[in-house]
């Protein structure tokens, strides 16, 4: 058990029956409030980029696929054409 997680407790008992308050943080500037929001909105529009490029490479992957099945096979430039195509006596 660490020594803080002891402390923790007795130290927010005390100050709460002395009356002392945390201290806070100083108010937020509004630039500062200004600079968040903007970088908030440019998150959220390169997430939604994002987003329709990964949707737009799912569609091309799919359309790319090859269909399985039975095609027509060219005797002259396939791998499996030509002479013992039809019989495997070769």
Do not use: H
């Not at 308050?21 to 600079?35: G, H, Q």
């Amino acid at each position: 058990m660490c020594t803080s997680s002891v402390f923790k407790p007795v130290v927010k008992l005390t100050r709460g029956l002395l009356g002392i308050e945390k201290p806070k943080a100083p108010p937020e500037s509004e630039e500062a409030k200004e600079a968040r929001r903007l970088r908030k909105e440019m998150m959220a529009s390169e997430e939604e980029k994002q987003k329709q490029e990964r949707q737009k490479r799912l569609q091309d992957q799919v359309r790319r696929q090859r269909r399985g099945g039975s095609g027509k096979r060219s005797l002259i430039t396939g791998q499996g054409g030509g002479i013992g195509y039809f019989d495997e006596t070769v």
